[in-house]
């Protein structure tokens, strides 16, 4: 079809793809035609019928349609002037949609019994048409340059009227003018020969890391649909709705540690409800004025969001370099992290923890596989013991100088497993365990010289709250639910986000036990958590959420199917990516790669710079600019793909969604390696 297409593009024809049936019946796969072309997301001309039932056939198909996100230029139907249903038909779908062109052509005529008389009579009736088809066929035509001057000039109005989030605007070299998006990829279009051409590309950054179950995905919309047509948005505080209420008990379901949930609106928000609960709970505790100066313990390289509150409890770095309101509250432990380099995986040891290990002097531990690195779940402790005391001594001795130094400590606040905006740092879990470890059975001690009392009450939480930030790294992006799963301790407070509602909207929770709770439970109104926005708990964000979570729950399970591939590569069903082995050892011994890591959707390249580590670094510029302008093709295929990537400073990633195919990610690594190749 693309073949002939472009044959045919300079001669004025005009190309229709007619479907069969109704857009719901199916094609030989059995995929519904609305879904199967969904991905062309061509213009589309829908002929209604305007007889008897036609109304609601037609009204129906439009709707199935426009909640796809089809153009549809104009709708095409007979005259019916007995019942005058077409008039009817019109008037809806002005009031659904402004602009939509309904033009009413007459009808056939009665069928003649003299085949003469019948041929005379449809002749007669086809040249009449032809002054209702003509002008029609010239309005398509006016709608397809109106379209393309609108694309072709986005990409300059656009410059000239955003303020791009994390951009540097005098950096930007090209604008990409994203038509339309559909499970993996983006349909845009750049100007090429004087010519405005399509370019399909993978969105390899997972929409800043929010795609779970792709672009357009039908079972989201549709339940963001039936939620908006049923409530719209209705207040929440004292208040039910059953997409609210349906998705909490989902979550608990899951969470079983937990107790209750608290909506917000976006993972930097629930992070600052996080915040609040945690650190009035240990206020609560330790006897402390709720006013008094208190801060977080963390980890260097964490990134919680954008509001100053949870900027405070991040240390200095570029994010918060140029705030002016930004002031650091807590003190943050130096990671041991993960990485993989010349085939061998390893965990590196930072100065301040190497002062600690008395075995080697070396900052580097390797070990025989990833599996063995990320068996902290199964073996606690015990999967290094040496390595474990290191990091007792100096995590003791950190808390040690805390209390020496009179600072109170509020809450341990961390990323499990990842920290993504901090540059894609794989942590050694073996280090957040007995972080974890520690603060619960000796931080009050340690902190407060209290004696830590361990009621066994799964309601209560011991030394400090733990807080976990799993708005990056929740519901599946590394392969499991939880990314705690992988440590095998359970917080007492989390947070969720992004790949929550699949990428459709945006949402976020924070769940936590009773005892956290408790705290804000009086009779005095002003005591109650005071935190809320004008959307809480929206309709339409649950019930997103509830059909994701559902969904990515039965592919979690699916032996036969979704995920199996990966795991069967990795020969694990709890340790995979979606990204192979033999792509991670090529790429670990490049000369100009320092290590690269993966799990889940997740990948991971440190590029070497002796210049400027880290995300002021532009060593990633030229490579990030060849994945999005190189077309890349299997074999002889007529068309290929760029992928849509997004550097951190001198760490390129790639993030698939989770409905990613083998085929899909096979072009991707095709298309890593050759650039990175290039550039070797």
């Not at 009204?59 to 019942?83: A, K, M």
């Not at 919680?304 to 509150?309: A, E, S, W, Y």
């Not at 949870?310 to 918060?320: F, G, I, K, R, T």
Request: aromatic share 10%; hydrophobic share 35%; glycine share 6%.
């Amino acid at each position: 079809m693309i073949t002939y297409v472009n044959q045919q593009k300079h001669n004025g024809s005009y190309f229709f793809l007619e479907t069969a049936g109704g857009i719901h019946s199916p094609v030989m796969s059995g995929t519904a035609q609305v879904d199967f072309y969904r991905t062309l997301r061509l213009p589309t001309l829908l002929i209604g019928d305007s007889k008897l039932g036609g109304i609601s056939t037609t009204l129906s198909s439009f709707e199935s349609l426009l909640i796809r996100g089809y153009d549809i230029p104009l709708v095409l139907l007979f005259d019916q002037p007995t019942y005058k249903n077409h008039t009817m038909i019109q008037d809806k779908i002005n009031q659904i949609k402004k602009g939509i062109k309904v033009v009413i052509a007459p009808s056939p005529p009665a069928y003649q019994q003299d085949l003469l008389q019948e041929r005379e009579s449809m002749e007669k009736y086809y040249s009449q048409l032809d002054g209702y088809l003509l002008p029609t066929i010239d309005y398509l035509d006016k709608k397809h340059h109106e379209r393309f001057d609108r694309l072709e000039s986005m990409s300059e109005k656009s410059r000239s009227t955003f303020w791009w989030p994390f951009t540097q605007h005098d950096l930007v070299k090209d604008v990409t003018v994203i038509d339309s998006a559909h499970d993996d990829y983006f349909t845009t279009y750049e100007n090429k020969e004087d010519e405005l051409k399509p370019k399909e590309m993978f969105d390899s950054c997972a929409s800043w890391w929010t795609q779970g179950l792709g672009h357009g995905n039908p079972t989201l919309t549709l339940s963001a649909a039936h939620a908006a047509g049923r409530y719209g948005h209705v207040i929440f505080p004292e208040s039910t709705n059953e997409p609210a209420l349906s998705l909490a008990e989902t979550v608990l379901e899951k969470d079983n540690w937990a107790s209750r949930v608290f909506f917000s609106d976006n993972g930097s928000t629930a992070m600052e409800v996080a915040l609040k609960m945690a650190l009035a709970s240990t206020a609560k505790r330790y006897g402390f004025d709720i006013k008094a100066p208190v801060e977080i313990l963390g980890i260097e390289g964490s990134y919680h969001g954008d509001t100053i509150g949870v900027m405070d409890a991040c240390s200095p770095h570029v994010y918060n370099d140029q705030v002016q309101w930004y002031e650091p509250k807590g003190h943050w432990l130096k990671p041991p992290s993960v990485h993989i380099s010349q085939g061998r995986p390893y965990i590196k040891l930072p100065t301040e923890i190497l002062e600690h290990h008395k075995n080697s002097s070396s900052s580097k531990i390797y070990y025989n596989s990833m599996n063995e690195i990320y068996s902290v779940d199964k073996k606690g402790h015990s999967r290094d013991e040496n390595l474990t005391e290191t990091y007792k001594s100096y995590i003791r001795g950190e808390l040690n100088a805390l209390k020496a130094q009179k600072r109170r400590i509020g809450t341990l606040l961390m990323e499990p497993v990842l920290m993504g905006a901090g540059g894609m740092i794989f942590v050694d879990p073996l280090f957040q365990r007995v972080l974890i470890d520690v603060v619960r059975s000796e931080g009050s001690e340690l902190l407060y010289n209290e004696k830590n009392e361990n009621t066994g009450d799964k309601n209560s939480w011991q030394g400090l709250p733990i807080v976990f930030d799993e708005v990056f790294t929740g519901w599946y992006r590394l392969g499991r639910k939880s990314a705690s799963e992988f440590l095998g301790v359970t917080p007492d407070i989390t947070a969720y986000a992004k790949t929550l509602t699949g990428g459709l909207l945006p949402l976020a929770l924070t769940v936590t036990k009773e005892s956290i709770y408790d705290v804000f439970l009086s009779k005095n109104k002003p005591d109650c958590l005071l935190h809320g926005h004008s959307y809480t708990a929206h309709p339409m964000g649950c019930a997103v959420a509830k059909a994701s979570i559902d969904k990515l729950d039965e592919m979690s399970v699916d032996k036969k199917g979704s995920w199996s591939h990966f795991q069967k590569q990795w020969d694990n069903d709890s340790l995979w990516s979606m990204w192979s082995p033999q792509l991670l050892n090529k790429i670990s011994h490049m000369k100009n790669i320092e290590g690269v890591m993966a799990l889940g959707s997740v990948l991971a390249i440190e590029l070497k710079d002796n210049q400027n580590k880290g995300y002021g670094s532009s060593v990633s510029s030229d490579i990030i600019q060849k994945l999005r302008k190189t077309e890349f093709k299997i074999d002889n295929e007529e068309t290929g793909i760029s992928l849509y990537a997004r550097p951190l400073g001198n760490i390129i990633y790639l993030m698939t969604s989770q409905i990613t195919t083998p085929e899909r990610v096979a072009l991707c690594e095709k298309a890593i390696l050759q650039t990175l190749q290039s550039e070797h």
